[in-house]
């Protein structure tokens, strides 16, 4: 009689567990099983400031739930994020004397058209290519390194975390270029 318990069992067990696969979705149960890894949302992910010593022990310890006072509101890290000028022109609370005397010894700022000054006195100094360059060299040279197969690799790192291997681990599928043609290589 226990035996005949003992082999009923797993059947049972088999028994409702088919039934029970399919109250879900495919994704939920992979996902009930860790086949499936969330990553966090990058938009909400934040950083904390890091702790420091207090210039003055004579502080008060903070309240508990009470917003930390050197971080920034979600609110104006989203209008930095949108206009870099806005961290700028963020007036300055607490600028201490030092601070101010490096600032006046800076110097004046840089002009508003800075990056269009560079890239106008390199564009005059880079030489220019004769008819005959270009004629002879009118091919670009080919990029150095290797061209990884975004597709391949995707399917390898998908295939490597579903097994709970290292993505590390195995070769890196690339690119490969056809090989030239007699004359290509002349034309």
């Known amino acids: 009689m226990l035996t005949n318990r003992l082999r009923l ?43 420091s010593m207090p210039p003055d022990f004579a502080l008060r310890p903070p309240l508990p739930g009470a917003p930390r006072p050197q971080t920034r509101s979600e609110r104006l890290a989203a209008e930095e994020a949108l206009d870099p000028q806005v961290a700028l022109t963020a007036p300055q609370a607490g600028v201490t004397p030092g601070q101010q005397a490096l600032i006046a010894q800076a110097g004046e700022s840089a ?28 091919r670009s040279p080919r990029q150095p390194g290797e061209v990884v197969d975004a597709r391949q690799e995707s399917e390898r790192l998908r295939r490597d975390a579903a097994l709970g291997q290292n993505p590390a681990s195995g070769p890196t599928p690339i690119i490969q270029n056809k090989p030239k043609g007699l004359l290509e290589g002349l034309f």
């Open 111 to 138: 002009p508003a058209n800075i990056r269009s000054e560079v890239d106008r006195q390199a564009a005059a100094d880079r030489p220019s290519q004769s008819f005959v360059d270009r004629l002879m060299f009118w």
């Open 9 to 51: 069992a797993p059947a049972l067990l088999l028994g409702a567990a088919v039934p029970l696969s399919a109250c879900g979705s495919g994704d939920s149960l992979a996902r009930n099983f860790g086949f499936v890894r969330d990553a966090p949302d990058e938009f909400t992910v934040t950083t904390q400031a890091p702790l």
